[in-house]
């Protein structure tokens, strides 16, 4: 019987870590975007992939902006007045950079 309890309290215990781990987890990751504009960065994207495929098979460019896009985004995101600034020349900079170490 003893043992049932150790048993039912150390999964609770792990339930509990688990879900505070998310939460933690969401909390970072939605107070991190919370500039970011879900539209220009699609838009910003759509842009660097029509600017890639002209030189890379589409494929590549579709795998080497899921890997970068993200973090060139948040790179070229500045905080302003009225909300965010975004950077277009940054983000596009930081992607070619990228993009010339890239190797698929």
């Not at 919370?34 to 960065?41: A, C, E, P, Q």
């Not at 495929?53 to 500045?78: D, I, V, W």
Request: hydrophobic content about 40%; charged content about 25%.
């Amino acid at each position: 019987m003893e043992k049932q309890v150790k048993s039912k309290i150390t999964a609770a215990a792990l339930v509990l870590l688990i879900l505070l781990g998310a939460g933690i987890w969401s909390y970072l990751e939605f107070s991190a975007d919370v500039l970011v504009s879900r539209d220009t960065s699609m838009d910003f994207a759509a842009e660097f992939e029509k600017r890639c495929q002209g030189n890379f098979e589409p494929e590549y460019c579709l795998k080497f902006a899921g890997m970068h896009h993200s973090s060139c985004f948040r790179a070229a995101t500045r905080p302003g007045e009225d909300g965010a600034v975004y950077d277009e020349d940054a983000f596009f900079k930081c992607m070619d950079d990228a993009l010339k170490t890239y190797e698929p």
